[in-house]
Each structure stands twice: as C-alpha cells, then as structure tokens.
C-alpha cells in the first residue's frame, strides 16, 4: 500500500484519550485506591542531619491500640538504589541517618491518625555526627563519611572527559571567557504527593500500586529488596499527578508497604504528606560551574573546557547519570570542535538529589547561553546572529561523538527572533525593558538502560479481535504527558481507525510488555516506534486477508477512517471490525508485538552510552522583561518560544508540553529553590530544609505567568515514529538564560547565578553605581581533585571514537609538572 | 495527609453564649470563624486547642451598618468585604488590602475578625511538628531560644495580617464581646509588638465588629509586597490614608506598615512631617526614608531580610503617589499582578 | 506535645449533606475535614489533595456554590451544606462545557489540580458568565497547576464560558 497516505489521527488537534476520565474525576491515582481491610502506613523521619542510631524502641508504639506492624531497619537488610552503582540506601535506615527526613521506622495501624500517634511513641536514642550542608564542606571535611563506599571522602562520583586537546584550542583563540555560575537546588513539586498501596495476592505474591513513573525499574528493586522472585510481583503504575523525574527513583516507601501487606496478609496504604515529598525529593542538584571558551574573533567556539560540581544530597539516586548530564549535551547546540568536561558529585546531609525535567542539563545549559551571552557582547555581535552563526548541522557528529539527526535549531533561532521583534527589541527598548535569547538541545531519550542488558528498551502487545476492538498494551507510564494517547494515536494511524477505538492498557508489569519508563523524553520515541512496529504487523496481517477477500492486490487496500478498501473502487468497502474477521478467520487469535532498541552510539570509549540519543530535539527562546531599577524587581511580560519537534503528533499536548516547560523554566528562573537552614553552630546541629511547604516553596501562581507564543517547528525525523521528537523536557532549558540575559539587555548588571531574584539584581545595580562589574554570582571555584580525563579525539581530528592514550597524556603531564 | 488533632467542638448561636462558652473553657478553648489560621497551624500542632468554638452559625456578625462611617461584622468573609460597595469606595486602602489577602478561595473562607487576629507567623514556626522538633522547637512554643536572634528576649514572628494596617490608617476600632461585658478599642491598640504576646485581646473575648469612622475627603491605599500574584503572606504592607487640602497640601495623614514587626506599625513621625505639605517628589521621599527606620524585617519570612528593608521607600513612595493621585496602574500590575 | 494521645472523645460525628443534588447522611471522626470525608468517607476520591494546608488549591469544591478549600474546612460545619464536587459536574453522559473543553483544550494534563480547578472555574461562570482573560487568572490565582502553566486552563474556561452562554441565548 502507498506509505503517502494522507494522516488522519497525527497531526490533528484531538481530545486526548484519557481526557474524560480526568476531567470527571474518575480516574485513580495511587491515594484513591481503597481496598477492603486496608490499613495505612505512616514513616518516623531522623530528626537530625547526620547520626548514628544506637537503639530504637518500638514496644509501646506496638502496644498502642489500633496499631499492627512496627517495622524498622532490621527488618530491611538489603539496600536498593536506581543505579547498579549506587545501591547505598535502604527502605528504613538501619543505623546510619543521613538527613533530616532520612525514614528510619515504619507503623502500620487501622488509620492514618492512629498511626501517627503511635510513631510518637517510638523513642530512637541517636548519637550525632558532625555535618556537611555544602559541596565545599564535603571537600575540605573528608574524614567526615556520609558513605563509606567511596573512594574518596565525600565525593561520589568525580569524572572527566576531554576530546581533542583544549588547552591547545583555547591558546589559539582569538579571545578566552572565563565565567563561574550557580544554578540553586529545586524539586519537581508534582502536584500529586507520592502515595502506593501494596496486597499480598495468591500464594506470597505481591502487587503494588503507586505513583511511579518507572514501574519496571522498581518492580527488578522490589525483587531484590524483598528477595522474591521478580515474577512473584506486579506493579501497577497509577496515573502520576504530574512526575517531573520526581516519581523515577524507587522510594523507600514503596518497599516497606510492601513488606507489611505481605506481613500483615492485608492490604497497605501510604500517601506521603508535601513535607514528606520535599525530603524523599530527588529533584535538580545545586551546581556550581566553571566554563572558560576560546572564541574566534569572528564569533566561532574553539574549544570548552567545563567544570561542574554538584551537591548530590545524602543518596547516590540517580547521581552517576546526573553528573555526566552536566557535560554531555553541551556540544549538541553549537558547532564546538573541542570539548573538556570534569564533574564531580559530592555527597552532603541533605535529601538527595536526583533527575528533575532536564536532568542535568538545565544547569550547564544556564551558564552556556549566559555565557555566550557576554561573548556577544564583547564582540559587539547581535547575540541571535552569533549563535545562528555558529548551530550545529543535521546529520553530523559533535566532538564528543554524539550523533545529531535531524535539527531544526536554526529555524528556531529564526522563527522566535521573527515573532519576538527581536531585531526592534535587542538593545532598543527604553532602560528597565530588555529581551534575552537563549537555545537548549534534549535527549529523545536515552541511548542506553539503567542497567545493561540486549534487549529492548520498549515493547508493545496488540491485541485485535472480531469485535473490532484494538488494545494495546505497553509498560509505558502515563504521567501527563499524554503517553496513552501517543500511543492510540499510533495505533489509530496505522489501522485507519480513530483513537476512540483504541483501549490502551499501560504501566503493568504484570500484563503489559516492558517499557523502561517515564524519563529521558524516551516515551514517544521508543514506546512509539514499538507501536508502530506492532500496529504494523497487524495492518499487514489485515490488508493480506481483505485483499484475498476483495480480490484485490493488497498494495491497493487502505485503512482509514474506521473502513478497509481497495484504492479507487469504491464498492470494494468494509468496516474496520468486519475485516478484523477475516483476518482472524485466517490467520486465528490476532495478536502482534512490536519492540524498539535505540541505535548503538557511535563513541566506543567507556562511559560513551550516556548522552546518546535516536534524535535530539533543539529550541530557542526570547523572553522579554521589565526591571524596577529602585527595588530590582522583576517581571516577565511575554516569552516566546519555537521547539523543533520533529512532528507534532497531536498539536493540543504538544503545545501545553512546550507551555509548561516554558512555566517551569520561569518558575526555576524566578523563584523556586530547595534551601536549607542551619541553626549557629554553637547552639544547635540542626540542619534542615528551610521551606518544606507549598506556600514557602514558591511556584509560579496563574497571575505571575505571562502569555507564551509557541512555534512549532516541524522537520520530521528519521527515527522517530512519524518523525516526533521529544516536547516534555527541552522546552524548559533555554527559559533561565534567555531571563538572565533579558534582565542584562535591561538594565545592564548580569546574574550569574538561579533563581534570579529582585533583591540580586538590585544588588548588581548598587556595583554598577559605584563603578564597579555589575555582576551576581559565584566568586570562586573549590579545588576539586578531578581525575586525569578519558581522552578522545573528535571525529573531525580523525578519532576513531575510542579513548586514545598517545602522547597527548605525556604532554599533558608534562604540562602539569612544569605549572 | 495532614490531619487536625482530635479536639471538642461547640456551636453557639449567639455571642453571649460564646462568650460563655470561652470563660468557660478558659485556655483550652479557642473561637474558630473561617478556619484559615487556626486548622493549618493546629494540623501543624503549632497551636492545640482541646475545644473549638465556632463562630460559624453566631447571629449577627455578618452585620454592615452604614451610618455616619461604616461597620462590619467580625464574620464577614473577606469576599464579603471586598464586595461591599462603601468600602470600595470610601476606604479603599482596605478593599485593596482584602483584596489581596492569600487567595480567592481562602477570602471565600477567612474572616475579617480573624484577619485581624491572625497569629503571627515565622518560618521557624510554621512547620510541621516533626520539622519543629528538628530544630528544638523555638520560644514561642515548647522552646527556649529564638532562632532569629538567638540573644532576643521576645519573640520576633511576624504581623502578617493585610487589612489591620489598611485599617489602622482608616483610623479603624473593634468592638471586644465578653461574659464580662464589652468595649471598644482602637485597633491600633489591639497588637503588642511580642510575637507570643501580640495581641491584648483577652482569651475570653470575642471581636465582634470593626467600626470605621466617616471620613470625607480621605483617600486611601495599600501597597503589598510578596513574591507572588496570590497566595502569599505581605513580606511588606505599606497602608496609607491622607486628607488634602484643595490646594493639594495634606491636612491629615495616618501611614502604617505591616509585615515589618511583630504588629502592624504606624508612623507617627513619617505621618506628622507629611502634614501641611504637598506631596512633591522629595516629601514622598523623604517620608520613605522615615518609614524605613522603623521597619525592622527579621530573617524569618521569605526574601532576603536587607533587601525587604531597602525597598520601604519605594513602597511608601508608591502609596504615596497613589494618594496624590497619580496614575498607578502599571506599577500595580507589575507589583501585585492585578488591577486593584 | 502528645497532642494525638490526649484524652479526648472519640465519639464520632453525624451531619447531613446534599452533595451532588443527594443528600447523605454521614458518620465521621470529628477531626476530619470535608476533604477527609469526601475522600475517605462517601469514596469521592474526585477531589484531590496537594497539601492540605490551603496551599494549592488541589481540595476545591463548592459549598453552597462558593469555591472553598475542603482540607481547610471542618465537616462538623458542613452539617445541612450543599456540596458540588467533580463527580457531579457532568449532567448524566453529557460533560459540562467545563470539562468538554479541558480535555479539548489542553486544559488538564496529568489531571491532578483539574477537579479543583473545574469546580473553581464553575464558581467564576456560575456568577460572571462573561469574564475576562484576566479576571479568569484572577478566580483561578489559588489554584496550583504544575503541568500547564495556565494558558491552556484559562483558554479552556474562556471556551467554556463562550458555549455557556451560547447555549443561554438558544434556550
Ligand atoms: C496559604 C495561606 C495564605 C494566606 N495568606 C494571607 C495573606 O496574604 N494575608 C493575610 O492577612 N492572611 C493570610 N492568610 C491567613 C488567613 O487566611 C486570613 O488571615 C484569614 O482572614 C483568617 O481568618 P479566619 O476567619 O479564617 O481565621 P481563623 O483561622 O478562624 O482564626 C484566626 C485566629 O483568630 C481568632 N479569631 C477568629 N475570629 C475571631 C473573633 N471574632 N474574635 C476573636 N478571635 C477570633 C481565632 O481563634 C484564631 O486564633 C493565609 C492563610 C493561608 C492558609
Ligand atoms: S521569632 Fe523566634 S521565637 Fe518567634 S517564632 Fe520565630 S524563631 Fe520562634
Ligand atoms: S489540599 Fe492544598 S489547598 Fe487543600
Ligand atoms: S494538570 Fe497536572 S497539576 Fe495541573
């Protein structure tokens, strides 16, 4: 059949397939669950930041009236972790505690009220050990151990890469930026607090429900935590109230509500409180950052050299990729033929951090464009212009061997620079008003699972029958993204039906194919082409047994809009549901899969499977602001924004995708910060989260939200299903640096660090007054024992994308004792 | 999910049998009107009365008076408030400082009378128990030290309520219900500047209404600070109330902050230098740089502590332009990211 | 401190309400919130829950047709109330123009804050049929949404508000 068949489903503005249930209040989430003789759970947190425990009571919390099951740390003995390397926490800390909030007990009681007052009962005698509240800390106290699993003192993870010789690059340039930042610690704040209700089933099996948005990674931890065989659990991904990375990480909870309904032989219920959501946390690491570039007089990168260093918090979570993911895709914007990057994550008495929407990048991705920012204006160059100047090629490979597929950057440049009036605004508007532009670039997904194996990384089932009805089944987890409906879409599209008529079955690792989960923007791409695979399968399967059937060639039947027919005769027609008989009267039981396995990377060196991706999204930014030179306050009164998205597959999501990244990014840009407080030293240990609530961890509100002009630039990609790239993360990267560089354009102090507050500005305005460089941000940069770097040439220099040990490590050496 | 403590509940009719009700129950009881102070801080257990007693179904304080000035029932909601025609017109510092009080819904909910009895707030005190105890509680319950200053005799938590200052300079009294009998006081004298001790409303008494003298040839207006378009406490209030001459000199003038203190300040020097002047720039700045030596904002609300004392004046300057009767909506916009 | 283990009756609480149009009748802790009871009690888990605190919004339904906070509002005072919820916005199979056009418009997407923002909205429209962009920013400015940033809630209501008062002029 002709592949140029006009689309119906993708495309379209549609109501998303889930839209009703949501909008009735008939779905479920993990809290709306109730079973019969359920009892719920509630968590004793450490109430110090960092201490031994030496003994725990529990008898009267036991004793008192209502209560079931008293668990603690014996009772855990396994530690879990999302990554293979850092498997270093456990469901309830059985000796160590590591943060205020660390869960160290658990009481399983009739209700929540009883509960609770029976974890006031349990008395925990804790011997205090000294603190670490900052990376700098963590460096200059090592013989303080938050974890006696590393090698050095506090410090987790410690990396660097080099390719192609930079100190070389950067001689050569014309001119050579040297610039700190600091980007503030935030949480995801899902709306929806993590809840997980667990039964024990059959003979000692297991299924629990939670807001999780990667069922399949937790479901191999329950395995090993529990020590039950995988197969003897089922994990049901409720329907996440909003995720953000925030549900990625399996939590401590979701082991100990399953030990006690598989204790207890009833089912158990948790529904963490908003404090509780700020401790278990996992959201984007404070990093500080040094970048020095070589430009060219003429505006062209020579060469980076990044430095990052990242407050990891007081677990590993998903560290070891946090810290490469403020490196790695730094290359993929502008064309940079020479790129270094140390990272290094420390471990400190605070929650731990983890992935939040961008993962990693947001930070780095702030000091690039803020950077690259002064550049152009040191070169009296229109910062639009420097950077179109400079983008990145479709089909080509960065220095750090990571391979561009399509790309739409330049285009974004265009499209927002047209629709901003950016060429009457930039340097134009009267003092206090300023626009800023800034691009990011994003993974469609990550070229490599969290732990290694072969197989695919998204798997999906179709299931047909003579009724006509389709359901597919894929572990994907629909967390607001709208993954149920790309994948109807899908399915719809290529059986020429219309989404209505698919039932999705999604997130179950009991009955639904494996799909790794919610993150990395992987969904579309990976679940989507498995999708297309096995709806593919199907629609052959049908199209063989109608063209038997109408005597026809099967190159000319078509499947759309619920009928199956031979191209240009009409009277040769069916329904969809009729052919579906005589294909299962062919063929028997219809039922297809579809699987899909990302490309391998084209870097051999080790650690080349983080970064690559089948396709990377690109977007460019402008935000316009207004500044109070008196008071240094700060409004945004518009921002537009163009995301190459490869292919819109329903415009309606794609659009609220981009405005809500754009939102976050703001609310990153403005206001939100995970803080801490100590209290004098000489009075108290204390160490604590400084604003755990809603009202204090300040997000944006409806009044503070400008309007967003979205663009969506559409240049289909090759390996994405009907081309779609991703939408759910790179919209909000560019946001933060196109703010700082707006707040610059207005009123001429920069703000190197995030969030971008009134009372920083006002502070740069003061400098600026006196004469001096109107500049808030970091001052200095620790010394940070980096490891000597994997060295790679780039392609352009003739690598052959292993790690090369030739003489440039001598003369590097060399170099270093000669300093 | 966080959940009140277990606690009496009572529902009197009438004031009288309230006031009968909270002599009787002495400390242990508390009045709750919309809830919107009290259930978050007793879910917080910051505050653990054994009996609430709910002015929910009390007669009559839902009450406007329109006479020579205006009263107001203590129940009235702040929705109520704002929508009452005589109070956006006549005093409209208070309409606009009702107005922004935390969100719609929660002026759907929350009272005037207890707006004005709001307990204060810090952000080492409003937390949960269990982050409490992370900190060894604080002064102004179950500890000992400040945490703010830890060499503070008092507790330094923060007035935070919108429309006291708004009233105060509306020259505002409130009328005090007890078993005991009744009185009416200025409510300016209704706050002590104690963070524990800030109220001299006595356990036993009841604010029934507040009474708004008339005030012809008065302009009003409020000015709130906070990071945000809703919710948020005022990190900053700045309420003004002025009458010109017509030659535009003022005659009167009455400004307070709130936010920056344990109660709600006015200025009496600020306010004095302002009489008999016309409200050029410089008087206007001048009296910013007076507001900004009393206010003292501690480091226990959000935005840093300097920055909040630097920009009194602009906010004093703001009011004041406003009550000169320059055109401020854009700055409003930008400021409180609504039109008021 | 022990405030939870203070000697306190126990006894449970009894009221009546209309929710939905049907009037209940109802047995409950006395602490419980009328978000507790809608949830835990009557199985209305429509109503949802960010922070129980009157931070976010998440708890909103109409009591007596005002967008109120249910986790900020005792159940004991909801005796003889009458309650809207999200499970009875719709008029049998037939969405209301609210939830037609959020699920057209982008206005829910993981769907978390949407009861409450739905039935906020239904105050606003309820009073104002007409109102501005603004305005709409304004009623829904104590409504927390993590995955929109808003713009397609508030062209939701607006298109709501539109086929409203379409609907008017034809009946
Ligand atoms: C998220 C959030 C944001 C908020 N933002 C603001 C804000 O920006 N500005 C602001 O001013 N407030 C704010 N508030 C606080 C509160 O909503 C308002 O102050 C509201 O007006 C309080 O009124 P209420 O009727 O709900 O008080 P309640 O909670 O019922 O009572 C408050 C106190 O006053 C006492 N009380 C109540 N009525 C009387 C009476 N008639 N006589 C004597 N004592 C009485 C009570 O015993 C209690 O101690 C916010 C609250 C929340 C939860
Ligand atoms: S000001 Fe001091 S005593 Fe008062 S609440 Fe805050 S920390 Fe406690
Ligand atoms: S649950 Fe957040 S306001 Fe009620
Ligand atoms: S749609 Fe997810 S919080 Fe609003």
């Known amino acids: ?48 930041p960092h201490a031994l425990i030496e003994a725990i009571d529990t008898a009267r919390a036991q004793a008192y009236p209502g209560v079931h099951l008293v668990l603690t ?75 006696d699993y590393t090698d050095v003192g506090n410090i987790h993870r410690n990396q660097a890469f080099e390719f192609g010789d930079v100190e070389e690059a950067l001689s050569k340039s014309d001119h050579v930026f040297e610039d700190l930042f600091f980007y503030e610690g935030d949480n995801h704040m899902a709306m ?138 730094t290359p993929l914007t502008y064309e940079l033929p020479r790129f270094k990057f140390d990272a290094c994550r420390v471990f400190t008495n605070k929650p731990a951090c983890g992935p939040k929407r961008g993962h990693g990048t947001p930070q780095p991705r702030f000091g690039q464009e803020v950077q690259l920012d002064k550049i152009a204006e040191m070169l009296k160059r229109d910062p639009a212009e420097l950077r179109l100047n400079m983008v990145t090629q479709a089909n080509s490979l960065t220095a750090s061997w990571l391979k561009i597929g399509s790309n739409g950057l330049a285009e974004c440049i265009r499209q927002v620079v047209a629709g901003s009036g950016w060429k009457q605004k930039h340097g134009k508007l009267p003092q206090g008003r300023g626009v800023g532009i800034a691009c990011g670039s994003y993974m469609c997904g990550a070229g490599v699972s969290i732990y290694w194996n072969k197989m695919p990384h998204s798997g999906v089932q179709l299931a047909l029958d003579r009724s006509g009805q389709v359901t597919v089944f894929c572990g994907a987890t629909e967390i607001g993204q709208g993954s ?144 109070d030179e008196h008071t240094g306050w700060i409004n945004v009164p518009k921002v537009w924004i163009a995301h190459d998205i490869g292919r819109a597959l329903n415009p309606v999501l794609a659009r609220g995708q981009v405005i809500g990244g754009v939102y976050m990014g703001l609310g990153e840009a403005l206001m939100e910060e995970q803080v801490f407080r100590r209290l004098p030293p000489k009075l108290s240990s204390a160490l604590v989260h400084k604003i755990p609530s809603l009202l204090e961890y300040k997000s944006i509100t409806s009044l503070d939200m400008p309007e967003v002009e979205v663009m969506l630039v559409e240049d289909p990609d090759p390996n994405c299903p009907f081309g779609a790239k991703e939408v759910g993360q790179g919209p909000l990267l560019p946001v933060m640096p196109a703010v700082a560089n707006a707040i610059f354009d207005a009123v001429g102090v920069r703000i190197d660090e995030v969030p971008l507050t009134p009372e920083k500005v006002l502070r740069a305005l003061h400098l600026k007054r006196e004469g001096k460089n109107p500049r808030v941000g970091p001052e200095r940069f620790p010394d940070v024992p980096y490891p000597e770097p994997t060295f790679v040439l780039p392609p352009g220099e003739g690598g052959d994308g292993n790690e090369s040990k030739m003489a440039k490590r001598a003369d590097r050496v060399m170099e270093r004792s000669a300093s | 999910m966080m959940r009140l403590p277990w606690f009496q509940y009572q529902r009197p009719a009438s004031v009288a049998e309230a006031a009968r009700m909270l002599a009787a129950e002495g400390p242990r009881g508390m009045l709750i009107a919309g809830g919107t102070d009290l259930l978050p801080n007793m879910k917080r257990r910051q505050q653990t009365p054994a009996t609430l007693i709910s002015l929910s179904r009390v007669e009559g304080l839902k009450k406007i008076t329109n006479g020579s000035g205006l009263t107001l029932g203590a129940g009235l909601t702040l929705t109520e408030v704002v929508g009452t025609g005589a109070v956006r017109e006549k005093y409209r510092g208070l309409w606009q400082a009702a107005a922004q009080v935390a969100s719609p819904h929660l002026r759907n909910m929350g009272t005037l009378g207890g707006n004005l009895c709001l307990d204060t707030r810090c952000n080492y005190y409003n937390q949960n128990e269990e982050w409490r105890e992370a900190i060894g509680y604080c002064m102004k319950k179950e500890g000992k030290t400040c945490w703010v200053a830890t060499a503070s005799k008092r507790c330094l938590a923060v007035s935070s309520t919108d429309t006291a200052p708004a009233l105060i300079a509306l020259d505002a009294k409130v009328r005090l219900v007890s078993a005991a009998g009744e009185r009416e006081l200025a409510l300016a004298s209704l706050y002590n500047n104690d963070g524990i001790n800030y109220i001299t409303r006595k356990p036993d008494e009841i604010l029934t209404e507040v009474v708004l003298p008339q005030l012809d040839g008065w302009s009003s207006t409020y000015w709130k600070l906070r990071r945000r378009g809703s919710f948020d406490f005022p990190l900053l209030g700045v309420a003004a109330a002025a009458r010109m001459a017509p030659d535009g000199s003022v005659l009167e003038a009455r400004v307070v902050l709130g936010a920056v203190s344990s109660q709600p300040l006015p200025l009496a020097k600020a306010s004095e230098f302002l009489v008999g002047k016309k409200l050029n720039d410089e008087v206007i700045a001048e009296a910013g740089v007076l507001a900004a030596s009393r206010a003292k904002p501690m480091d226990n609300t959000d935005l840093d502590v300097y920055w909040r004392k630097e920009v009194v004046p602009s906010f004093v300057g703001y009011a004041l332009r406003e009550i000169r009767g320059d055109d401020m909506r854009a700055m409003r916009m930008r400021i409180s990211r609504q039109a008021l | 401190m022990n405030t939870a283990l203070q000697k306190v009756d126990q006894r449970k609480a009894h009221i009546t309400l209309r929710v939905n149009g049907e009037e ?55 005796d003889g109330a009458s309650i809207e919820t999200v499970e009875g916005l719709a008029e049998g199979p037939e969405l209301h123009p609210l939830q037609a056009a959020f699920s057209d418009h982008g206005g829910s997407q993981c769907g978390y804050c949407t009861p409450g923002v ?25 409504n927390l949404c993590r995955c929109t940033g808003y713009q397609q809630i508030v062209d939701s209501v607006a298109d709501a508000a539109r086929t409203l008062r379409e609907r008017g002029v034809k009946a």
Request: aromatic residues 6%; neutral net charge; contains cysteine.
């Open chain 3, 24 to 78: 209940v009748e109802v047995s409950f802790a006395p602490y419980k919130t009328l978000l507790e009871v809608l949830r835990e009690e009557l199985d209305l888990t429509g109503t949802k829950h960010g922070c129980e605190l009157g931070e976010c919004g998440a708890c909103a339904v109409l009591v007596d047709g005002e967008p109120l906070l249910s986790c900020l509002k005792l159940a004991l005072e909801c």
């Open chain 1, 1 to 48: 059949m002709s592949t140029a068949k006009r689309l119906d489903v993708i495309g379209h503005a549609r109501r998303r397939v889930d839209g009703r249930e949501k909008v009735t209040g008939q779905l479920r989430y993990a809290d709306d669950m109730k079973l019969p003789r359920m009892l719920h759970m509630k968590l004793l947190r450490s109430s110090h």
């Open chain 1, 484 to 627: 149920d409906d790309v994948l109807a879409a899908i399915v719809a599209e290529t059986l020429g039906i219309s989404t209505k008529e698919v039932r999705c079955i999604t997130g179950d690792t009991g009955i639904t194919p494996i799909d790794l989960g919610s993150y990395s923007s992987r969904v579309t791409i990976m679940m989507g082409n498995a999708a297309l695979q096995a709806a593919g399968r199907a629609r052959d399967m049908i199209v063989t047994a109608v063209a038997e059937q109408l005597e026809v060639l099967p190159e000319s039947v078509v499947l759309s809009r619920g009928r199956v027919f031979a191209a240009g005769d009409a009277a040769k027609s069916m329904s969809f549901a009729e052919a579906v008989v005589y294909a299962e009267s062919k063929f028997g039981t219809l039922g297809t899969v579809g699987s899909y396995t990302p490309p391998k990377p084209p870097g051999k060196f080790k650690a080349a499977g983080v970064g690559p991706s089948p396709a990377y999204s690109f977007s460019a930014c402008v935000v316009e602001v207004e500044v």
């Open chain 1, 192 to 329: 929806e607090q993590h809840a997980s209700l667990a039964r024990a089933e059959g003979e000692g099996k297991l299924t629990l429900w939670s807001s999780t948005q990667d069922p399949h990674y937790l479901h191999r931890q329950l395995a090993r935590v529990l020590q039950m065989p995988a197969a003897h659990i089922r994990v049901i991904a409720c329907d996440n109230g909003g995720g953000f990375g925030g549900k990625c990480d399996p939590a401590g909870h979701e082991f100990v509500v399953s030990k006690a309904a598989l204790m207890l032989g009833r089912p158990v219920k948790i529904c963490l409180t908003r404090e509780e959501v700020f401790y278990l946390h996992r959201g984007r690491h404070p990093v500080l950052m040094k970048f020095r570039t070589g430009v060219t007089k003429d505006g062209k990168l020579t060469g980076m050299h990044l430095q990052t260093l990242l407050d990891g918090g007081a677990y590993g979570s998903h560290g070891p990729a946090s810290t490469f993911y403020t490196g790695v895709l």
């Open chain 1, 73 to 147: 740390g014996k009772d855990f003995p396994v530690p879990f972790g999302i990554m293979p390397v850092a498997q270093d926490e456990y469901p309830l800390a059985p000796e160590h505690v590591r943060y205020v909030g660390d869960p160290l007990a658990a009481v399983v009681a009739t209700d929540e009220q009883t509960a609770s007052a029976a974890l006031q009962l349990i008395e925990v005698k804790y011997k205090p050990l000294p603190t670490i509240a900052t990376p700098e800390e963590a460096l200059a106290q090592p013989e303080v151990r938050i974890h």
């Open chain 3, 118 to 142: 739905l039935m906020t909205a239904k105050g606003l429209l309820d009073r104002e049929p007409n109102p501005s962009r603004e305005r709409i920013k304004e009623a829904l400015s104590g």
